[in-house]
């Protein structure tokens, strides 16, 4: 029986000088993980400087395709305008020839009508 309490006096003294050791060394446990923790974040806040500077850029990019399609646009409207004005002309052109047309259908009609009334009046006679 003797033998068994030396073991479990053995057993004690070793978890005790286990618990001895393990809080001698808890500030220095401590300031690793705390080492650990303040580099994580030194990383995060490195990668979120980064996502900051690639939004800024992005932001930026995007501004400046919106300013280009807004000019581009303007552009085609500037364009646009001119080819109606120039629709416009050519109708109006158009509108011009087909009174010109108007009249000589109208010219053409009576000199058929002269040409046949001579020939009517000969066969009336």
């Given at each position: 029986?003797?033998?068994?309490?030396?073991?479990?006096?053995?057993?004690?003294?070793?978890?005790?000088?286990?618990?001895?050791?393990?809080m001698?060394d808890l500030?220095?446990?401590?300031?690793?993980?705390?080492e650990t923790?303040v580099?994580?974040?030194h990383?995060?806040?490195a990668?979120?400087?980064l996502?900051?500077?690639q939004?800024?850029?992005?932001?930026r990019?995007?501004?400046?395709m919106?300013?280009?399609?807004?000019?581009?646009?303007?552009d085609?409207?500037?364009?646009l305008d001119?080819m109606e004005?120039?629709?416009e002309?050519?109708?109006?052109?158009l509108?011009?020839i087909?009174?010109?047309?108007?009249?000589?259908?109208?010219?053409?009609d009576?000199?058929?009508?002269?040409?046949?009334?001579?020939?009517?009046?000969?066969?009336?006679?």
């Amino acid at each position: 029986m003797s033998d068994t309490l030396d073991d479990h006096v053995a057993e004690l003294e070793r978890r005790v000088a286990s618990v001895e050791d393990r809080m001698a060394d808890l500030p220095n446990t401590m300031n690793l993980r705390l080492e650990t923790i303040v580099s994580a974040q030194h990383d995060v806040s490195a990668r979120l400087g980064l996502m900051d500077k690639q939004m800024a850029g992005l932001i930026r990019d995007i501004r400046g395709m919106r300013g280009d399609v807004t000019r581009q646009l303007a552009d085609q409207d500037n364009r646009l305008d001119t080819m109606e004005l120039h629709i416009e002309g050519i109708g109006a052109r158009l509108d011009g020839i087909d009174q010109r047309l108007g009249a000589l259908d109208w010219l053409q009609d009576n000199v058929t009508g002269m040409k046949q009334a001579p020939q009517q009046l000969l066969d009336r006679g």
